[in-house]
């Protein structure tokens, strides 16, 4: 996609993650880096551990690298590299060479906004690590999740307060659905956004990725690379027969032993004694992929079963499956990282706080099978104000951390702020206290078996006033609506549904408003290695 416009100005304001109250203790105390924690995870992200990191995969061997690209080779047929991808692929034979990487659902249209921001993490990573170890080669690589079936996850998108939605049959790998049916999709999302320069755009982009004789993988990495090709990224599918080859000695070990259950569990249940598991393992953490579905493979005494299908196997019918058909066994989310790492010489993988917890779960599955366990780098988040929002916040005198705030807060502290009497009722709470302190003083020399009365009279007087209170709230907000109109308004602009912005809201929003200078602003003001989450607001 290509446009020249003058550039947009936007302020780039930090805070802390805590100071959202979006983000839980797990990954609070990663980035706060815990000692209770540090043994899930090997190194903290930062330049000594990425060099640490160089010299641990340094044994990653030529024939590997061959394979990975010869595959990626492959894969790239039929779409236009620039002279960067190129590069980055042809680079990747030289045992100089590493990765650092993200992946992520194929979203219809991308879906939410972090889909992006995570791609332009990694990319500026590889930019700042080739600038420190320019003895080293660092390319950006997308991991495309092409064998995850759960369709209702990834079939729609948010655009213009419009739900955009592709209806079709599912229950395969989604990266191997056609797209008859997502033609649709594309009419609708034409009539919501209208007529104009970049709406065409998109749509023809749309049109020309998610083309019927494409599947949903191509069109994704299509997409993805008509966004950042020019940045040198590679996309990579991992649901390719010759890569899942190399695998085989552990998805044999999986299905003979219950190898990666038993290692991922013993890590999960000390990680439980402090912090939740993200997911929990299985006694066989494969899948059976087939052109009818991907089934769940589960094994009942001497049998193995594809849960959901006609698909059942002795142990020996099984493993001479597994290896003449390595590309029909698809590790789940708990296996698939190990997969992911035993095919790339990769350094780091970035993520959101969702992810890097299932992968504090790991780090035992990995030393189990002398894979490197990689740097864990938490993805950038952001919050996008545009000059409308940035006035309304300004008029409204609300800081920028004032934002992260539910709307019912601020108008409270804003009332509070306007009004010449407390709204606490304090002074009332404490005159009742001071009332039943004495009836409950009464009742000890007297009858004892009142105090329970005392107490229950206590806290049904303490109820009623604290109803008044909020009707008191209430019939001031009345007053004051034109500010809670606004203050609700701007909430419900920067935080869609009551959600992030970056968790909801898509990409097309922003091209339409700011055209190429969106993907630009992103990639500019992503960092790398400075753990904050960013405002970034039209000047």
Same mark, same amino acid.
């Given at each position: 996609?290509?446009?020249?416009s ?7 304001t ?14 609070l ?12 995870y090997?190194g903290?992200?930062s330049?000594?551990e990425f060099?640490r990191r160089?010299e641990l ?5 030529l024939?590997?690298?061959r /394979?990975?690209?010869?595959v990626?080779?492959?894969?790239y047929?039929?779409?236009?590299l620039?002279q960067?991808?190129?590069?980055s692929?042809?680079k ?7 990765t650092v990487v993200?992946?992520h659902? /194929?979203?219809l249209?991308t ?7 995570k791609?332009?993490?990694i990319i ?6 080739n600038?420190a170890f ?8 997308f991991w495309m999740?092409?064998?995850d079936h759960d ?6 998108a948010?655009?213009?307060n419009?739900?955009?939605k592709?209806?079709?049959?599912s229950?395969?790998a989604?990266?191997r659905?056609g797209l *008859?049916?997502a033609q649709?999709?594309?009419?609708e ?7 104009g320069?970049r709406q ?13 004789s ?13 966004l950042?090709?020019e $940045?040198g =990224?590679?996309?990579i ?5 010759r890569?899942k080859? $190399?695998m085989i000695p552990?998805?044999?070990a999986?299905l003979?032993?219950?190898a990666a259950?038993?290692?991922?569990s013993e890590?999960s *249940? ?6 939740s ?7 066989? *953490? ?10 769940r493979l589960e094994?009942?005494g001497?049998?193995?079963y594809?849960?959901?299908s006609?698909n059942?196997?002795?142990q020996?019918?099984m493993?001479q499956?597994?290896?003449s058909y390595?590309?029909?066994?698809s590790?789940?989310v708990?296996l ?9 010489p990769?350094l780091a993988y970035t993520g959101g706080g969702?992810?890097l917890a299932?992968?504090?779960q790991l780090?035992a599955?990995? $030393?189990r ?5 990689p740097?864990?780098v938490?993805?950038n ?5 545009d000059k ?18 539910s709307?019912d807060?601020?108008i409270e502290e804003?009332?509070r702020e306007?009004t ?8 009332f ?6 009332i039943?302190?004495?009836l409950?003083?009464?009742s000890?020399q $007297?009858?004892k ?7 229950a ?8 006033l604290?109803? =008044?209170?909020?009707?008191l709230?209430r019939?001031e ?6 500010l809670v ?5 701007l909430?419900m602009t920067l935080?869609?549904k ?5 968790r909801?809201? *898509?990409?097309v929003?922003f091209?339409l408003e ?7 602003t992103?990639l500019?003001s992503?960092?790398f =290695?400075?753990?904050?989450?960013s405002i970034?607001?039209e000047?």
């Amino acid at each position: 996609m290509e446009e020249k416009s003058q550039k947009i100005l936007f302020r780039k304001t930090q805070i802390e993650y805590v100071e959202t109250s979006y983000f839980g203790k797990l990954i609070l105390d990663y980035l706060d880096q815990k000692k209770e924690l540090q043994a899930f995870y090997d190194g903290f992200p930062s330049l000594i551990e990425f060099k640490r990191r160089m010299e641990l995969r340094s044994s990653f061997s030529l024939d590997q690298r061959r /394979l990975l690209h010869s595959v990626l080779k492959d894969q790239y047929q039929g779409v236009r590299l620039s002279q960067k991808s190129s590069e980055s692929l042809d680079k990747l034979l030289s045992d100089q060479t590493f990765t650092v990487v993200t992946g992520h659902q /194929l979203c219809l249209f991308t879906g939410p906004l972090y889909f992006l921001f995570k791609i332009a993490g990694i990319i500026r990573q590889a930019e700042e690590l080739n600038k420190a170890f320019p003895e080293a080669l660092i390319v950006p690589v997308f991991w495309m999740a092409t064998e995850d079936h759960d369709f209702e996850e990834v079939n729609h998108a948010h655009i213009q307060n419009n739900t955009v939605k592709w209806e079709t049959n599912s229950g395969i790998a989604v990266g191997r659905l056609g797209l *008859n049916d997502a033609q649709k999709a594309i009419e609708e999302l034409s009539s919501i956004i209208g007529l104009g320069k970049r709406q065409s755009e998109i749509i023809q982009l749309f049109k020309q990725c998610y083309r019927p004789s494409n599947s949903l993988a191509q069109a994704t990495r299509e997409l993805v690379n008509a966004l950042f090709g020019e $940045t040198g =990224l590679l996309i990579i599918d991992g649901d390719e027969a010759r890569l899942k080859k $190399t695998m085989i000695p552990v998805f044999r070990a999986e299905l003979e032993s219950n190898a990666a259950y038993e290692a991922i569990s013993e890590q999960s *249940n000390l990680l439980a004694k402090t912090y939740s598991a993200q997911a929990l393992p299985r006694e066989i *953490n494969l899948f059976y992929l087939s052109p009818y579905g991907r089934f769940r493979l589960e094994k009942k005494g001497d049998r193995f079963y594809a849960l959901g299908s006609d698909n059942v196997f002795s142990q020996q019918e099984m493993l001479q499956e597994l290896e003449s058909y390595p590309e029909r066994f698809s590790p789940n989310v708990l296996l698939r990282p190990l997969y992911q790492e035993s095919i790339l010489p990769n350094l780091a993988y970035t993520g959101g706080g969702g992810e890097l917890a299932y992968w504090f779960q790991l780090k035992a599955l990995f $030393t189990r099978f002398s894979v490197s366990f990689p740097l864990l780098v938490l993805r950038n988040s952001f919050l996008w104000i545009d000059k409308n929002s940035a006035r309304k916040r300004q008029e409204l005198n609300l800081n920028l951390s004032d934002l992260f705030k539910s709307s019912d807060a601020i108008i409270e502290e804003r009332i509070r702020e306007n009004t010449s009497f407390d709204f606490s009722l304090s002074e009332f709470e404490d005159g009742l206290n001071q009332i039943f302190d004495g009836l409950e003083e009464l009742s000890k020399q $007297t009858d004892k078996s009142m105090q329970s009365a005392v107490a229950a009279q206590r806290q049904k007087q303490l109820n009623g006033l604290n109803n =008044l209170k909020k009707k008191l709230l209430r019939a001031e907000r009345r007053k004051s609506k034109i500010l809670v109109d606004r203050i609700e308004g701007l909430e419900m602009t920067l935080f869609p549904k009551g959600q992030l912005q970056e968790r909801y809201a *898509n990409w097309v929003d922003f091209y339409l408003e700011y055209g190429t200078d969106f993907i630009s602003t992103l990639l500019d003001s992503s960092d790398f =290695l400075d753990f904050k989450f960013s405002i970034l607001e039209e000047q």
